[in-house]
């Protein structure tokens, strides 16, 4: 510790110091992100040592533009037509059919009891089905959804079940076949 004295001092930061900090972490490639969240941190050290005006005040004058949300391209891999054919449990097919149809999460087209939320034009989705808490209706568009909701309702009359999980399976144990056997499919 005994070169403690030749740290710079943090009152000894300028506005030119961390123009050459933001530009080294450019050259390291950081992203976008990365550059954003170290200027938020310099900006709150500046206001905790008293010098706000040594960081500018927005991205855009280091030259520091929007991020890319990867979020908006939905990377869900599906079964073509014909590989669902293949799929050899029809409850994981009908679960399948219900998230490509309707976006449903796996775990909600699981759950999902047709008789309670068949309501004609639309599906009522109960909150303690889906993510959250947070129950949502999803309107019937389409012929093809039409039959889904039909072919569900058969599935529930002849096996006797309420939902897609058959009664000798508990929620982990059917999500883990349902993951298994679809993770082939993925790409």
């Known amino acids: 510790m005994e070169n403690y004295k030749s740290l710079p001092k943090l009152y000894a930061l300028k506005p030119k110091i961390i123009s050459h900090y933001v530009e080294h972490l450019k050259s390291l490639g950081r992203s976008t992100g990365s550059l954003k969240n170290n200027l938020s941190y310099l900006r709150s ?3 905790g040592i008293d010098k706000p005006n040594i960081v500018y005040r927005t991205n855009e004058e280091y030259g520091i533009g929007s991020r890319k ?13 014909g590989e ?13 059919e219900g998230q490509m149809l309707f ?10 009891q047709i008789k309670i939320a068949d309501r004609g034009n639309y599906l009522a989705m109960i909150g303690s089905w ?5 129950p949502r209706n999803l309107d019937i568009r389409n012929e093809a959804q039409r039959d889904w909701i039909k ?5 529930a009359e002849r096996t006797g079940n309420k939902s897609l999980i058959p009664k000798d399976k508990t929620l982990r144990s059917w999500l883990r076949g349902y993951h298994d056997t679809l993770r082939k499919f993925s790409a």
Not at 130 to 134: A, I, S, Y
Request: aromatic share 10%.
């Open 45 to 47: 050290l500046a206001k």
């Open 84 to 96: 669902l054919q293949r799929i050899p449990k029809e409850e994981y097919r009908l679960a399948v």
């Open 151 to 155: 072919r569900i309702h058969e599935y």
């Open 103 to 112: 976006g449903l999460r796996a775990r909600e087209a699981l759950k999902l």
């Open 69 to 81: 949300y990867y979020a908006t391209q939905n990377r869900e891999a599906y079964p073509t037509p």
């Open 130 to 134: 889906c993510k959250n808490g947070r």
